[in-house]
């Protein structure tokens, strides 16, 4: 019914920025509260960052809390991740996903739709 599309990862030095995108097709998304999720090998997939469906709201892991800024803009059906000051320990493939409701929600099982991820690399 619906699917999330991740695009700007790359490669970064430590101390850059990138910008991820999650543009939602198929349906409509603006109605959901928007997450991305990072998960580095061997890890566990790990909450980055959250945005209530009226974009009023924010929540963000301690680790990114500062560098970090979660957007969207609902016109174009997209959520964004800022990404500033990174890390080599911020080297993950990083996903998006989308939850109905008016909450926000900082778990994976709490997501019912997810993208494929786009892979983040920031070198030493």
Partial sequence: ??????????LVQ????????????GRTF???????????PGKEREFV???TWSGGTTYYSDS???RFTISRDNAK???????????????????CA??????YYSRSYEYRYWGQGTQVTVSS
């Fill in 14 to 25: 430590a101390g850059g920025s990138l910008r991820l995108s999650c543009a939602g097709t």
């Fill in 30 to 40: 603006s109605s959901y509260a928007m997450g991305w999720f990072r998960q580095a």
């Fill in 64 to 66: 990114v809390k500062g």
């Fill in 49 to 51: 960052a959250t945005i």
């Fill in 98 to 103: 989308a939850r109905a409701g008016s909450y």
């Fill in 1 to 10: 019914q619906g699917q999330l599309v991740e695009s700007g990862g790359g």
């Fill in 77 to 95: 059906n997209t959520v964004y991740l800022q990404m500033n000051s990174l890390k080599p320990e911020d080297t993950a493939v990083y996903y």
